[in-house]
């Protein structure tokens, strides 16, 4: 897909928010370091492994099983419910 400059999408163009100071004017400069190399621990020779003194088991893989989801329906009657008791004139609102 050719579209456009190349490193149009690379390049970032910023303008300053405010015009240079005069020459003598003090300007703070940071300097990022890189990381030291941190060590921790103790410096050892390489070694190599001792020979296992047994063999290791077989290992057998089977397929599993695929799950099986049933779902069991039953009708219910429906139940009856009785109207609230109440006597006219006790009623808060």
């Known amino acids: 897909m050719d579209a456009g400059e190349p ?3 690379l ?4 303008l300053p928010v ?3 100071e005069e020459v003598g004017v003090k300007t ?3 300097e990022a370091l890189l990381p ?4 921790i621990g103790m410096l050892a020779p390489l ?6 003194e047994a063999d290791a088991p077989v290992t057998v893989n ?3 099983p695929a799950f099986v989801r049933v ?7 429906p139940t009856e419910t009785l109207p609230n008791g109440t006597l006219a004139g006790l009623i808060v609102s």
Do not use: D, Q, Y
Request: glycine share 4%.
């Open 7 to 9: 490193g149009a999408l």
């Open 11 to 14: 390049t970032i163009e910023m």
């Open 18 to 20: 405010a015009a240079p």
């Open 28 to 30: 703070a400069e940071n």
């Open 36 to 39: 030291a190399l941190i060590f």
């Open 47 to 52: 070694t190599l492994n001792p020979v296992p």
């Open 62 to 64: 089977v397929a599993v």
């Open 71 to 77: 779902t069991v329906c039953a009708p219910l009657l």
